[in-house]
């Protein structure tokens, strides 16, 4: 069986995307600065991909002759490329920095979690130090 011309369409946008798109538009390349900092871009990268066509028939040609026809199509695909956040690598650590800090809610709550369980800690011993104190007093009141 020979091959459909909308197979070759949807092989060359196909094959077009792939070579616009790898793990550097996602990833960025390292660019060092003068301090020994590398600083890294972290990119969203959305593609989109159509392809369609269509046989036409000649009025002169009956629908059962097994003739080809000609055919008509197009294909098309586009990248989006967004910049999300970058990712600094220095002596002191590792440190990602977002672009938009309004969208990284539940990163923020993380990072808080260990300071928030450490306050509510904090204020149960105070309450526990609190009654023990009150019982304490509450014991020699009643001695005497």
């Known amino acids: 069986m020979s091959e459909h011309p909308i197979q070759g369409l949807m092989t060359t946008a ?8 790898d793990v ?6 390292p660019v060092e600065t003068p301090d020994g900092s590398v ?3 972290v990119s969203k990268v959305g593609f989109g991909f159509a392809a369609g066509g ?13 003739d080809n026809h000609p055919f008509g ?3 098309g695909g586009g ?4 910049p999300i956040a970058f ?9 990602l920095l977002h672009v938009d ?3 990284h809610l539940y990163e923020k709550i993380l990072d808080l979690a260990p300071q928030a369980i450490e306050k509510i800690q904090q204020m149960f011993n105070k309450k526990e130090k609190q009654e023990a104190k009150l019982k304490e007093k509450q014991e020699i009141d009643f001695d005497i």
Do not use: R
Not at 14 to 21: D, P
Not at 54 to 66: L, Q, R
């Open 14 to 21: 196909m094959e077009n995307l792939k070579q616009m798109i």
């Open 101 to 103: 800090e309004s969208t």
């Open 54 to 66: 269509t046989e036409f028939m000649p009025a002169t040609v009956k629908e059962n002759e097994k």
């Open 73 to 75: 199509g197009g294909s």
């Open 87 to 95: 990712l600094i690598v220095n002596a002191s650590g590792v440190k």
């Open 39 to 41: 600083i890294l871009t």
């Open 79 to 82: 990248v989006s490329i967004t």
């Open 24 to 29: 550097n538009t996602i990833i960025g390349d």
